[in-house]
């Protein structure tokens, strides 16, 4: 994974505490470390936050108009997500304040932003 800015490594850090929690409650691993298929989701995860064209000014997964995981992967992101959401008050105060805050910006579609500058021209 390359280098993130403060805001992507805070959506990375997030990232993997809900994947241990959810891997911790399903997959009965109670180690500090995700077992394998938790941690290949979070390689794709992290994968997929590299190349976010958003970059920095990326919004929360739920309010981003651009799908860039994979049908089975969103499935399995919004599987751990909905589980480990409302943990993550307990567990990770800071965190899931952060992640409630940074849910509150929109974006737009990159292509509306093309066509606006096109238009402009």
Not at 8 to 22: D, K
Not at 61 to 86: D, F, L, S, T, V
Request: contains cysteine.
């Amino acid at each position: 994974m390359m280098k993130l800015s403060k805001r992507l490594s805070r959506e990375a850090r997030t990232m993997r505490a809900m994947v241990r929690i959810y891997c911790r409650d399903w997959h009965e691993h109670r180690d500090c470390h995700p077992c394998d298929a938790c941690e290949a989701f979070l390689e794709y995860a992290g994968q997929r936050l590299d190349k976010c064209p958003y970059g920095a000014a990326k919004p929360t997964c739920a309010n981003c108009p651009i799908h860039c995981y994979k049908p089975a992967r969103r499935e399995q992101a919004r599987a751990i997500m909905r589980h480990a959401g409302p943990r993550m008050m307990l567990r990770h105060p800071w965190l899931a304040l952060r992640h409630l805050l940074d849910g509150r910006h929109r974006v737009e579609h990159p292509m509306e932003l093309r066509r606006r500058r096109l238009a402009e021209r």
